[in-house]
Every structure is written in C-alpha cells, then in structure tokens.
C-alpha cells in the first residue's frame, strides 16, 4: 500500500509532485506520512508541581479531623479539648477537694476555737462539757477535761485526723472525724484493754451560753483582762484551798500572769520561799490557762 503525502500543517493531502498546499499555502519541503504522529501535550511548569505537593499533607490533615469528628459524634461523645498548661509552670488540671483529699496548708485553723458537747457513750462523762482547740506547732491541740491533760491531732485528710490524749497515767491513741461543713466532730479514744470512748461535738451557734451559763464574749473589747484572769484562777477549787492554807501559815500567796499563747493568759500560781538572808527561791503551786474568749480555765500540770 503507497503512502499518501499530507501537507505538515493542516494535515491536507497533497497531490505527487506538489510543492505548496493548496489548501494553507504552506511550502511542501519533503513527502509527509499520512498519519503525521500526535503531537506532544504540553508539560506542567515546575511552580505548579509545587503546589500540589503542598496541598496534599494539608488535605490529609483535613480528613483526618473530619473523620476524628465524626467518629466522636456518631458515638454520642465530645472531641476531647486539650488544656494546656502555662508554660514552665508544670501545672496539671485539678479537681474540687474531697473528704479524702489531702488536707490544704492551714486548714487545722478552721477547727481551732470553742467546740461544745452533743453527747458520748454511756460512762464517757462527756455530756454538758465544752472544750477549746488551737494550732500550735502544726497540731490541733486542746484539753477535754476530766482526768485528761492534753489532747494532739495532726490532721490526715481534710475530714479525718490522728493524735493522742495524754493522761497522767498513760497516751491514749485518738482520731477524729470532720462533717464536711466543718462544724461537726467525732472523737473516738481507744484506751488499752478499755472499750472506746466516743464524744460527739459541734460548733457553737453565735451567742449561744456554755453549759455553766455563761456566754462567751462577743466583741474584741470583751475579751478577758489580766486582772479578770487572775480572778477566773483564784475561784478555782484547788487554789481557793491552798489560799486558805498560806492565809493560816501567814504566808503570802502570788498569783501573776505569766505571758499570753494563743488567745488565753498563762497564770502562775506560787509562793516565796526563804531559803536564809538574802536568799529565796520560787515555789510554784500551779499553771492555769485562762481563755480570753470564754474565761474557761485549764490547768497546765
């Protein structure tokens, strides 16, 4: 089969021996093929090349998110929001304090003041009493009365704290239960080969009277003088007695007050004793601690 010439630019046959076109005119140079091969499609410039390369991790990121979306949702869940922390400070996000949770620095000082008696068991003695709290040395401390010195709680976690109740005898391990308004506490003794002594003890109403009667001062200008404190002491029964035994030995009593702690008066109680000329030396009967608040007097010794 022969081959038929065709001009090489509008493609239109040429007839033997044509030197021109006689369609476009174009200058016929040499014989064509009559099916000329397609010519070649333009290619894409670099600048583009670059863009679609940049736009493909982008559009990954995108379904990525869409579909995280939708997962979250078709679930019936949030995305999760991620807080995060100022930078440096190394904070994580906290939650609302339980009973459990560790106590916060100076808490103790919510419990410290005057705490008065619902009740105990049958033979605690602890019905229509009142006792007063303080910090001190991280401590909540304070005298029950009774045969009881002095007792010491170190607060565990804020509704529940551990110490001991000091006795002339012996340390009775105690611990004590916070309601969470902090205005309610129970506190149980477990005295050895004895059965537990549990006292029940809420805060006081505003202005209410202490089981003597009397009613705490209200004001700061009430609060109890040195005077008033020496007075408080010198109505106690022990020392009314040992003032009857100096006044019948002529022997002259003193009852100073020695310094204030934590909102009482500590008062001394002594006498002089002569040891021969110009010497003597102190004789103490007895420390009290006066509250200012409540005039409630405690014996140290």
Partial sequence: MTERAVCAVCGAALPPGARFCQKCGETVTAASPAFAPPAARPTSSPLTLILILAA???????????????????????????????SGTGSSPTTPPGPDSPSPSGSLSDLAGRWVVMGGEPGSDAKQQEFELRVEDGKLMGELGRNLDRLELTEVTRSKLKGECYTDEQKIPAEAEVSEDRGQMTLTLAPPASEYVVIV??????????????????????????????????EVAEVKEWLAAMQRAGKPPHILVDREEEGSFIVQVYEIVEDGPDQAHTATMGWYRVNRRTGKVTSEM
């Fill in 56 to 86: 493909v991790p982008i559009l990954i990121l995108l379904l990525a998110s869409a579909a995280g979306l939708w997962f979250y949702w078709r679930g019936g869940q949030k995305p999760p929001q991620i807080v995060t922390p100022p």
């Fill in 201 to 234: 003890a809420r805060r006081p109403k505003e202005g209410e009277s202490a089981p003597d009667g009397s009613r705490p001062p209200s004001a700061a200008s009430d609060l109890l003088t040195e005077e008033q404190a020496v007075e408080k002491v010198r």
